[in-house]
């Protein structure tokens, strides 16, 4: 099961289990962001 930004709600390519140190864009705090809800922030 993939992980979905928690702005948008878009699917991200990682999977829940993936550890946060080999996601990109991942906000500690507030969870998995996608690349474009990334570079708006």
Excluded: F
Aim: net charge negative; glycine share 8%.
């Amino acid at each position: 099961m993939k992980d979905k930004c928690v702005l948008c709600g878009v699917e991200t390519p990682y999977d829940k289990t993936t550890h946060i140190d080999y996601r990109l864009h991942y906000v500690e705090g507030a969870g998995q962001l996608c690349k474009e809800c990334y570079e708006k922030e």
